[in-house]
Each structure stands twice: as C-alpha cells, then as structure tokens.
C-alpha cells in the first residue's frame, strides 16, 4: 500500500503564489508517475499537471500553462506543483496521485482512471 500527504494549501490573493507538496509512503521502492489534480465545487476533478517516473517529462492543463511547474525530486516520490499568478478559477481542492505499477519512465498520464492511490486533498483559495 502506498499513502500520499499532500501539504501546501491555503488561501491567497489573486495574482499569488502556492507551492503544494505532496509526499508517497508505504511501499514506494522506485519511482511512480505522479499527478496532481483538482476539483471545483460541482465540477469534475481535473488534471492540473503531471511528471513521469522519469521526471523528465511533464505535461499542464492549458488553463495552468504558463503559471504552474511541477517537479519531483530525483529518485523519490515527492513532487511539488508550484503555482503562480493564481487566479480565483484555480479554486478548488488538489489531490496528489500515483500510477502503481511497471511502464514506461518517459510517460504521463492525466486521466484520473490511470492513478492507483490519491491523497486527501489539500484545500486551495484564490480571493478575487
């Protein structure tokens, strides 16, 4: 079993910045491909970014492209989503996530079906 702790949330003005991390326990002996996603209130979750295990390859949102880089440090699988020039639209709770499992280390993936464990979401608010 794997457990994520995502930590970093809070609430901001419009135009700030927020760093979320997020951290994989438990049986997490390689790298995974990791995500980070979020959900409106009365909208579906959403990826907002993603890395391969790799880490060399990453991919955005159009909506946060631009404003928003994730990373992950070598090796482990702790990943961070550096968000900037916030806006109130990027309201909502971000969960973390990992695709357990063997493929490729140059691949991400962005649909919420792909990911295997989630965190309990850290709570992020941009005041207009």
């Known amino acids: 079993q794997v457990q994520l702790a995502e930590s970093g949330g809070g609430l901001v003005q419009t135009g700030g910045s927020l760093r979320l991390s997020c951290a994989a326990s438990g049986r997490t002996s390689t790298s995974y491909a990791m995500g980070w996603f979020r959900q409106a209130p009365g909208k579906e979750r959403e990826c907002v970014a993603a890395?391969?295990?790799?880490?060399?390859?990453?991919g955005y949102a159009n909506s946060v492209k631009g404003r928003v880089t994730i990373s992950r440090e070598n090796g482990k699988n702790t990943v961070y989503l550096q968000m900037n020039s916030l806006k109130p639209e990027d309201t909502g709770v971000y969960y973390c996530a990992l695709k357990g499992g063997y493929y490729s280390s140059g691949v991400y993936y962005t649909g919420s079906n792909e990911y295997d464990y989630w965190g309990q979401g850290t709570q992020v608010t941009v005041s207009s």
């Open positions: 890395i391969s295990r790799s880490g060399w390859i990453t």
